[in-house]
């Protein structure tokens, strides 16, 4: 330590962590992250493509909701992933990381595409209900596994249900050996395109209504189950700490296995309602990724519905429009992954700033 | 100015809109042990902190052997000599006492442990410690830890020691022995600071006590010129009452007992073994015992979190001759059972209660099954349970929607006590009711515990202060590594005789 | 036994990525961050080599090997740490959930691998027709003819490029890092316990972004090495797979601890590709084969959960945050 005494000034970050925040100052923090995001990817943009960004945002807009089939084609991908973020809730608020949807989701799709490959011919309100209950049994097979082992073993429930997507993903190109139509071409192609078997029907003169209903009436009903449910308090207990849950004289191995079971049942019929409400085929792809994507909107929107679906909304939105602009730009279709990348790491990083408030510290002191 | 190691000019430290330490002006002679007493929350460890880097102070000065530093971080404190002992010590499990002694610590890229060892060893012997440098530390008791934090700050070249809450954790003998090598270390020139609440290991230990209340220092006297009341005086700003009444049982009845009760973990070590003991209604039986001893195990057994391995518990219901086997059950079939079971445990916030969820659904967490639906929770019972307990035991929140995370140790323990009490037991099981509480706040609880006994509860109380417990208790069980090493009446027992037992030194009869 | 030769030459092929990705994963971890970013880092750490190379090869009159080679190194390392920033800067600085940001950092960098990629295949005329053969050359077999002419062990021991041996040699440096080290003991407590680290002195951040950076770096490496050696040079979408996942798993199998890795990646590695070596598979029986990895994985996932030595548990910081004034 020297001797010498002199002036510094310091200029320290300094950071409490709030105790609450206006929930529209936490909304403003959002879209200003949103705006900031959307700067990026509009430099990103003219990087590659030289184009005026304007005119970039509008093709966004455009390819997002410039007609009535991509207006529906947006509130279809909005509600399949807003039901696997409902998916998604129940596990991560016991704390338990379901890094597994992906697979649930091709267990899901499996269930469902077999239905109507071997069973297109029953009556079609039958059809579509076994679908539902088998789809939702298949993830339910997928979701237990790691449950249960996290439950008696306390196996690392993360990676555990990561690898069983790339299992779920292996099983999806063993059947589609079987399943190839025309043969050779190593995909399933439109399954029942002739008498639309086990296809969900127009209702109201839309394709996606049922896909609506059912994505309303479970996000509903978990929303009910979670607050005011005694099973919904047992698995806020048991995320918060094993110990209380033990004390309070809940059965935490039941609990875990209980609520895996439903995460990844919702997960299953989320299987069912993109192959028998959307894609009408199934592959390797048919959960591409939104597996991944429903784990960052449960998480950014803080396990609320009407946050997740908000969440939901939007990166759809600019998903679709990224979609548009890479065929309008010729750019390859990965494009999107980098744009809604970019704005997920700008939505992630505000939270910060909603969680914690930073100021600037200007103090002066003798330094010795 | 020459013989002061520290000074400190008017320190002040803010945590936004608290101030944890106001305008303190303090100092520490060379070769001297200082006491800095205060109760919990006075700004004794904010202080300390500053010193040793972890805070940076908003206002004041700090001087080192008559020179103002600025102590930006630990490292700054190292260099200064300034060498912290935590109370919860700050230790790597899985690595050895020697690494824990060198961590962060600058010296050539390779790791030489042999020298290094060697260089402990020599450390070790100077002072007179019992240490083995190359022993992980998740294998050393609480005591032989703390010898790893003091010979850390040691090898460090620390000529000054702060201590924080030293005794918090040791049995008088282990105390004493601590105290010899403070002394030890006084006398070759190290000058001392303890942080303490206990009033008469300042009075045995130190040479001046400072005492701090509310974040100001409220002055500093010699040991010599200070008694208990006058520094309680001090400590609390007023005179305080600091007996605690104790009534005779009134017709005491078998509540719990415990026949040869053996619980392992999960390595099949024994944590309890071939326990028996009978509590009785009307009474409060202390349990006495370092930490880890197996008390927690002990309650836990009863409550049926615990599974038994051998041996079955009792439960003898008030007016009537039918006899409930507990160890056999779980915490629900005791709960169908309607038998009235109360536990306030050790870890509140870990087991007692859950942080992030506000007052009213805390109220739930061991009656949530209770209400007409099968299905779904009632709130408006535990909402009305959790405004009583507030307005009765005076708790201090905005309101009963906060988190309980966001309450102070003693409100949180209010909360928490009452939800048992308000249960209505015949059975009441705490653990370390007080640790952490102001002394206002510990002698309402112990008047809460005296209240239930005089109703005729059977009070189990798991306790760290031995003072105290001779005065709350009639009787105290003693356990040392998972046995019963006695059971004595409260009134005809010492401290001194009980620590013995702690230990193991000394075995009886149960 | 030539069948058996080739068996084991393929298995290390694809034992390399796991190693770099594993020992990248193991240094990062040990910091306390568990950075599920890396498959995406490993894909940006590929592509970002291979567009250097390809973009000097193309524009160069006559391109030379070395440069080449430095150009891809750079570049590769260059992404992956960029990677690792964004990670570190999301989970260290905003203190954002490890998980969350990980995942996010994966789709990303899977998106930019891949859009790179196919930019560069559209470029080069179609997929497969990227080369920058000159560089690729620099990565292939590079020790003297007659040590890889060694009937048996020359082709099993001495027929790789440089990055094979390297991934080995970083692999034992960073346990004896670890191990060693000062600085390796500092990075431990920071893991297991970033309170008492900080109170020792130690720069809790600077230690975790630096291990998080360099452990992208090495992780990146594993990406480069798939797409100059192992590819000799070009790129496939999504060609890469799901190698990255498999090294994060197989840290748990090395009980962090890169030396085991190397063994661990050699398991993989077989499993990987066993599926090509039994006689009599059917095309549906060997999709089923494929999976043996995976389950191979979960299987030892729930062998390992009931670990009693504390010395092999994972970090007991692993994937929280730290923040000194919290209070």
């Not at chain 2, 028996?276 to 927690?296: D, P, Y």
């Not at chain 3, 082709?155 to 004896?176: H, M, N, P, R």
Request: with cysteine; glycine share 10%; hydrophobic share 45%.
């Amino acid at each position: 330590m020297s001797t010498n005494t002199k002036k510094i000034s310091h200029k320290t970050l300094h950071l409490t962590k709030r105790d609450s925040i206006a929930t529209w100052k936490a909304w403003v923090i959002r879209l200003i992250a949103v705006l900031l995001a959307l700067i990026i990817c509009a430099f990103v943009i003219v990087g590659i493509t030289g184009e005026n960004p304007l005119n970039v945002y509008s093709g966004i807009i455009d390819g997002a909701v410039g007609s009535k089939r991509r207006i529906w084609v947006t509130v279809r991908e909005t509600v399949v992933l807003l039901l696997i973020g409902v998916g998604l809730m129940p596990a991560f608020k016991m704390r338990f990381w379901n890094l597994g949807a992906e697979g649930q989701i091709l267990m899901g799709g499996a269930a469902a595409a077999a239905l109507m490959i071997y069973a297109g011919n029953l009556p079609p309100v039958l059809l579509i209900i076994l679908i539902l209950i088998a789809s939702a049994c298949a993830g339910i097979i997928w979701g237990f596994l790691p449950a249960f082992f996290k439950a008696h073993f306390n196996t690392n429930e993360s990676l555990f249900t990561l690898m069983l997507n790339y299992v779920a993903m292996q099983i999806i190109t063993f059947l589609i050996v079987f399943w190839e139509n025309p043969s050779g071409s190593n995909s399933v192609g439109i399954i029942n395109s002739a008498n639309k078997g086990g296809w969900f029907p127009k209702i109201f003169g839309s394709d996606y209504t049922l896909n609506i209903i059912i994505v309303v009436v479970v996000t509903v009903v978990m929303t009910v189950y979670m607050k005011y449910t005694k099973h919904g308090y047992e698995i806020a207990v048991v995320g918060e700490s094993h110990n209380t849950a033990n004390y309070a004289g809940i059965n935490v191995k039941k609990v875990v296995v209980r609520t895996m079971l439903i995460s990844a049942g919702i997960c299953g019929i989320a299987g069912a309602v993109i192959v028998s409400g959307a894609s009408h085929t199934i592959s390797t792809s048919t959960a591409g990724g939104r597996g991944f994507t429903a784990i960052i909107v449960a998480w950014m929107a803080n396990l609320n519905p009407l946050g997740m679906l908000l969440v939901s909304a939007f990166l759809v939105f600019m998903q679709q429009g990224a979609i548009q602009i890479a065929s309008q730009y010729g750019l390859n279709e990965n494009a999107s992954d980098i744009i809604t990348g970019i704005i997920i790491f700008f939505l992630i990083g505000c939270e910060f700033f909603i969680k914690y408030k930073v100021r600037v510290k200007k103090s002066e002191e003798d330094a010795a | 100015m020459e013989n002061y190691a520290i000074e400190l000019k008017g320190v002040t430290k803010r945590f936004g809109s608290v101030v944890a330490n106001n305008q303190v002006d303090l100092a520490l002679k060379k070769g001297e042990i200082l006491s800095i007493l205060g109760e919990n929350g006075s700004g004794k460890t904010t202080l300390m902190n500053m010193l040793s880097g972890i805070y940076y102070p908003d206002e004041g000065q700090i001087l080192i052997n008559g020179k103002e530093v600025s102590i930006n971080c630990p490292k700054d404190a190292f260099d200064l000599g300034i060498g912290m002992i935590h109370q919860h010590f700050k230790l790597v499990d899985i690595l050895t006492a020697a690494q824990n002694i060198i961590l962060g610590l600058d010296g050539g890229m390779k790791l030489d442990m042999k020298k290094i060892n060697q260089e402990i060893d020599a450390l070790v012997s100077k002072y007179g410690f019992d240490l083995t440098p190359a022993e992980k530390i998740y294998n050393m008791s609480v005591s032989q830890k703390q010898i790893v934090e003091i010979v850390k700050v040691l090898y460090r070249g620390a000529d000054i020691l702060i201590f924080d809450e030293p005794t918090a954790v040791l049995t008088p003998q282990e105390t004493e022995r601590l105290f010899t090598v403070l002394k030890k270390m006084k006398l070759l020139g190290k000058s001392i600071i303890i942080i303490t609440h206990k009033l008469n290991e300042v009075l045995e230990i130190s040479d001046r006590v400072a005492v701090l209340r509310k974040g100001k220092c409220e002055g500093v006297v010699e040991t010599k010129d200070a008694t208990v009341e006058s520094l309680t005086e001090l400590m609390v700003g007023e005179k305080v009452e600091l007996n605690i009444q104790r009534s005779d049982p009134k017709k005491p009845e078998k509540r719990i007992e415990m026949r040869g009760v053996t619980v392992r973990n999960s390595e099949g070590l024994s944590i309890l073994k071939d326990i028996s003991f009978v509590a009785k209604s009307g009474e409060i039986l202390g349990i006495a015992g370092i930490s880890g001893n197996g008390q927690k195990e002990l309650l836990e057994a009863i409550a049926g979190i615990q599974k038994v391995d051998s041996g079955e518990i009792l439960y003898y219901p008030p007016n009537s001759t039918t006899v409930e086997k507990l160890s056999e059950k779980t915490v629900r079939e005791i709960q169908n059972l309607k038998i009235s079971l109360s536990f306030v445990p050790e870890d509140r916030l870990g087991m007692g209660l859950v942080g992030s969820m506000d007052l009213a659904d805390n109220m739930m967490i061991r009656s949530y099954r209770s209400g007409d639906s099968r299905f779904f929770t009632d709130r408006k019972t535990p909402r009305k349970l959790a405004k009583k307990i507030v307005d009765k035991l005076e708790v201090a929140t905005p309101d009963i929607n906060t988190p309980v995370r966001k309450l102070s140790g003693g409100n949180v323990q209010k909360i928490l006590v009452g939800r048992e009490i308000a249960l209505n037991p015949d059975v009441l099981m705490v653990a370390y009711p007080v640790r952490g509480l102001d002394i206002t706040s510990s002698y309402t609880i112990y008047n809460l515990l005296n209240e239930q006994k005089e109703k005729g509860v059977a009070v189990m109380c798991v306790g760290e202060d031995l003072d105290v417990l001779l005065q709350l208790c009639d009787r105290i069980l003693v356990l040392c590594e998972g046995k019963i090493s006695c059971i004595v009446n409260a009134k005809l027992t010492s401290k001194e005789e009980i620590g013995m037992y702690m230990t193991g030194a000394r075995k009886a009869g149960v | 036994m030539t069948l058996l030769l080739t068996f084991l030459v393929a298995a290390i092929g694809q034992a390399v990525p796991l190693l770099f990705g594993a020992t990248g994963e193991i240094l990062t971890e040990k910091s306390g961050n568990l950075n599920l970013g890396i498959p995406g880092i490993m894909y940006m750490g590929g592509i970002s080599g291979l567009m250097g190379a390809f973009l000097y090869e193309n524009n160069v009159q006559d391109p030379s090997t070395f440069v080449g080679v430095m150009i891809a190194l750079v570049a590769s390392l260059l992404a992956s740490c960029l990677g690792g920033l964004l990670y570190s800067f999301l989970t260290v600085t905003l203190r954002s959930n490890q998980n969350v940001v990980g995942l996010a950092l994966t789709t990303f960098g899977v998106g930019f691998g891949n859009f790179f990629g196919g930019s560069l295949s559209k470029l080069a005329g179609g997929v497969g027709q990227i080369s920058v053969a000159h560089t690729a050359e620099g990565f292939g077999a590079f020790l003297p003819s007659f040590l890889r002419n060694i009937p048996v062990i020359g082709k099993v021991l001495f027929s790789y490029g440089f990055l094979t041996y390297l991934s080995i040699v970083i692999a034992v440096i960073i346990t004896w890092f670890l191990t060693k080290t000062r600085k390796g003991l500092n990075l431990i407590a920071v893991g297991e316990d970033p309170a008492v680290a900080d109170a020792a002195g130690i720069d809790v951040v600077k230690n975790k972004y630096y291990s998080t950076l360099v452990g992208a770096m090495i992780a990146g490496l594993g990406g480069l090495y798939f797409v100059m050696e192992y590819l000799h040079g070009t790129w496939s979408n999504n060609g890469f797979g799901d190698r990255g996942w498999l090294a994060i798993a197989l840290v748990i199998l090395a009980l962090w601890n890169p030396t085991n890795a190397i063994w661990g990646s050699l398991v993989f590695g077989a499993l990987y590709v066993l599926y090509i070596y039994i006689p009599g598979l059917t095309r549906a029986s060997s999709e089923l084969v494929k999976m043996l990895p995976y389950v191979v994985t979960i299987v030892v996932l729930v062998l390992t959960s009931k670990r009693n030595k504390p010395e092999n548990q994972p970090p007991s910081a692993l994937g929280r945050a730290y923040f000194r004034e919290e209070r």
